[in-house]
Structure formats: structure tokens, C-alpha cells
């Protein structure tokens, strides 16, 4: 069974910029596709970014593109969101999950495990 760790959260202003980690242990990532949802109070889960096993392909949620990106390092088996230009609206609990194949998707029930998440607060 994979654990995944989250980190990197915290509080940042609109307009800054974070980078949250997801370290892996217990299962080599390289042959999973990985994915990044967030939760907001009173809203479901959300959809935000995933990535292919090998890294090849990225799908992200139209609110977030073009000022969030998706890596992962499958030596280190951790993988990132790098998110720029926050917005008030990106306050979120962010979770990382495992996808149940190498093929990246965008749904939650392509993900079989998940993180505890990390909160995310963006001040206007």
C-alpha cells in the first residue's frame, strides 16, 4: 500500500507563489500516473492537474492553466505542483493522489490512493 505525504502548504498572498511536494513511499510511482485535487469549504473535490507515469502528459483544470504546473521526479518518487499567480480563489485543502494506471486522467475515481492534504490559504 502507497502513502503519500503532501507538503508545501501554507499561507501566501494573491498574485504569490507555492510549491507543494507529494512524497511517495512503499510503491514505485514511475509506473502510475499521479494527480493533484483541492478541496474548498463547503464545495466537493476538485479536479486541478495529473501527469502521466513517465511524465510525458499533463491535463489541467481550466481555472488553474497556465499559472499551475505538474512534475514529478519518479527517482525521487515525489511529485510537485508549482502554482503561480494565486488567486483568493485557489484557498484549498490540496490533495495528491495515485491514479490506477500510467494513463493520466481527470476524474477522482481514476485514483485509487490519496494523501492527508495540505491546506493552501491565498490573502487577498
Known amino acids: 500500500q502507497v502513502q503519500l505525504v503532501e507538503s508545501g502548504g501554507g499561507l501566501v498572498q494573491a498574485g504569490g507563489s507555492l510549491r507543494l511536494s507529494c512524497a511517495a513511499s512503499g510503491r514505485t510511482l514511475s509506473t502510475y500516473a499521479m494527480g493533484w485535487f483541492r478541496q474548498a469549504p463547503g464545495k466537493e473535490r476538485e479536479f486541478v492537474a495529473s501527469?502521466?507515469?513517465?511524465?510525458?502528459?499533463?491535463y489541467y483544470a481550466d481555472s488553474v492553466k497556465g499559472r499551475f504546473t505538474i512534475s514529478r521526479d519518479n527517482a525521487k518518487n515525489t511529485v510537485y505542483l508549482q502554482t503561480n499567480s494565486v488567486k483568493p480563489e485557489d484557498t484549498a485543502i490540496y490533495y495528491c493522489?495515485?491514479?490506477?494506471?500510467?494513463?493520466?486522467?481527470?476524474?477522482?475515481?481514476?485514483?485509487?490512493?490519496w494523501g492527508q492534504g495540505t491546506q493552501v490559504t491565498v490573502s487577498s
Open positions: 493522489a495515485q491514479g490506477r494506471t500510467i494513463v493520466a486522467a481527470t476524474s477522482a475515481h481514476e485514483f485509487s490512493s
Open positions: 501527469i502521466s507515469g513517465h511524465g510525458r502528459y499533463t
